[in-house]
């Protein structure tokens, strides 16, 4: 009698680990996609037109509205000069006329940003300089 409900117990045990073990991949699942390249580049650009572009232009150039409150270009190299600590520093708490982020955006959605910010860098032609 005890033996059977011991072994019953060790069933329901398994299964819940096993259960527990379902749930923590399904959870990791999203996550794993989101830091290989492509897709997680691509939403980075949504993140960012919906975001930042309204000031910053698509480009990181600037819009006219950007441009008023002294906004600079994303690509320069004094923007370009900070580390991306400092960069994620500025996107999550602002800077004068830039709004935080930090209650919009995660952590990892930020250091993201910043590792688009240098894309845009190296995506411009050296003669546009
Ligand atoms: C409402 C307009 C606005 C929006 C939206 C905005 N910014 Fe800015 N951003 C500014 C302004 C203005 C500055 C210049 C701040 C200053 O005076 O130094 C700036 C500066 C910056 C700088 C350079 C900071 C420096 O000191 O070199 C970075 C990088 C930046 N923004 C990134 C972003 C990112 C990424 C987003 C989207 C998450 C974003 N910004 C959204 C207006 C905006």
Redesign the pocket.
Same mark, same amino acid.
């Not at 259960?19 to 989101?34: D, G, N, S």
């Not at 441009?67 to 600590?85: F, T």
């Given at each position: 009698m005890e033996i059977s409900e011991d072994s019953g117990l060790e069933k329901s045990r398994v299964a819940l680990l096993g259960a527990l073990f379902l749930m923590a991949w399904l959870f990791l699942q999203p996550a794993r996609a989101e830091n290989t390249g492509e897709s997680g580049n691509n939403r980075m650009t949504v *993140? /960012?037109k919906s @975001? #930042?572009a309204? #000031?910053?232009g698509t480009d990181g150039a600037g819009t006219p &509205?950007?441009k008023s =409150? @002294?906004?600079?270009d !994303?690509r320069s190299a004094?923007?370009q000069k900070?580390s991306d600590a400092e &960069?994620a520093e %500025? %996107?999550a708490n602002g *800077? *004068?006329? =830039?709004?935080s /982020?930090k209650k919009s !955006?995660t952590e990892d959605q930020i250091r993201g &940003?910043v590792q688009y910010?240098r894309e845009l860098a190296k995506n411009k032609a050296p003669e546009e300089k």
């Amino acid at each position: 009698m005890e033996i059977s409900e011991d072994s019953g117990l060790e069933k329901s045990r398994v299964a819940l680990l096993g259960a527990l073990f379902l749930m923590a991949w399904l959870f990791l699942q999203p996550a794993r996609a989101e830091n290989t390249g492509e897709s997680g580049n691509n939403r980075m650009t949504v *993140k /960012f037109k919906s @975001n #930042c572009a309204s #000031c910053h232009g698509t480009d990181g150039a600037g819009t006219p &509205l950007g441009k008023s =409150m @002294n906004a600079p270009d !994303l690509r320069s190299a004094e923007v370009q000069k900070h580390s991306d600590a400092e &960069l994620a520093e %500025i %996107i999550a708490n602002g *800077k *004068k006329d =830039m709004p935080s /982020f930090k209650k919009s !955006l995660t952590e990892d959605q930020i250091r993201g &940003l910043v590792q688009y910010v240098r894309e845009l860098a190296k995506n411009k032609a050296p003669e546009e300089k």
